[in-house]
Structures are given as structure tokens and as C-alpha cells.
């Protein structure tokens, strides 16, 4: 089986599968698209005498989205912002800003715990990039926490250790 993404710009063959003797077609099978948007996959069915069948199917495909959190060391009862850079990667390999818009939730956790308290939030600007107050009270760790580009999914950022001096 020979699977085509069928991109605008051109024609990519994103797997080949073959197997001998001849399986169920019920395989699992791994591709990743080379650009997100909507796609049109042809399923292209053949043994050894020839093509057998050509089937289509639409399917979404999603940017891969990331964030990164960095914020200042700060004394006991200070107001700082935190930066929360997001971005999006709309081709493979490729990562540019986040839209505007995107809503970006900064989390604490406290040294010694385990539950997340969330500080606040922002939209993020020109540049993908979000700044969210917080007030320095306690050494522990940031997180950001955002909407994936796939609907009804999350991104979580890696923590950084944050310490209050």
C-alpha cells in the first residue's frame, strides 16, 4: 500500500507499506504531513499483479504547537511579569510565532508540593510571545498552560525553578 498526501503545491508520497504474503489491510500505518491544513490522503491498494484500488480520505491536520516560560528572580512581596513565548510549527521542523490571541495561563507550585495554583493569564501579542504578572511569593517552579492547536487539547510548558530571595 503506497499512502499519497496530496499537498496544493505538489504530489509527496508520505509511507509505503509492504508486506508479503498480502495481511489484512487493518495495519497500523505512521505518517506525518509535511504542512498543516486541511488534507485530501489517497490510500493506493496494489499486490503483485497491480493496482488494485485508489481510496480517499480528508482528514485536518493540526500545527504542532510549544511554549517556554522565563521569569526574573525577585525579593519576598515583588510584582513581576513573566514571558511565555509560544509558538507553532505550520511545516514540519519549521517553528514560527503563535497567533495573537492565544490565552496563556501562568501556574505555580510551591516547593514541597505537588498541586498547581494558577496565577494568572494573558493573551499572547505580536511574536507569540505572553506577559503575565505574578507576585514573588514562594520558591518553586513555573509552568505555562495553553490550548493546543487540535481542538479540545492542552499544552503544558517544561517548569523552571523559580526562587524568591
Known amino acids: 500500500m503506497v499512502l499519497y498526501d496530496f499537498d496544493p503545491r505538489d504530489e509527496v508520497p508520505v509511507g509505503h507499506w509492504c508486506t508479503n504474503p498480502t495481511p489484512s489491510l487493518r495495519v497500523p500505518a505512521s505518517l506525518t504531513p509535511r504542512v498543516a491544513g486541511l488534507k485530501s490522503f489517497n490510500f493506493l491498494l496494489s499486490d503483485n499483479t497491480g493496482h488494485i484500488g485508489s481510496y480517499y480520505v480528508s482528514a485536518s491536520v493540526y500545527a504542532a504547537r510549544r ?3 522565563s521569569a526574573p528572580t525577585l525579593p519576598y512581596g515583588a510584582r513581576g511579569k513573566a514571558k511565555v513565548v509560544v509558538q507553532d510549527a505550520h511545516r ?4 514560527s510565532a503563535a497567533p495573537r490571541g492565544v490565552t496563556v495561563y501562568l501556574q505555580r507550585r510551591a516547593a ?18 505572553a506577559s503575565i504578572p505574578f507576585t514573588s511569593t514562594a ?22 525553578g523559580v526562587k524568591v530571595t
Not at 514540519?92 to 517553528?95: C, E, F, G
Not at 509552568?143 to 492542552?154: D, G, I, K, M, Q
Open 92 to 95: 514540519l521542523n519549521t517553528w
Open 67 to 69: 511554549a517556554a516560560v
Open 139 to 160: 520558591n518553586g517552579a513555573f509552568r505555562a498552560v495553553l490550548a493546543s492547536s487540535v481542538p479540545h487539547e492542552t499544552v503544558i510548558s517544561p517548569s523552571i
Open 112 to 129: 514541597g508540593t505537588t498541586r498547581w495554583i494558577t496565577l494568572g493569564s494573558a493573551k499572547t501579542v505580536a511574536g507569540g510571545i
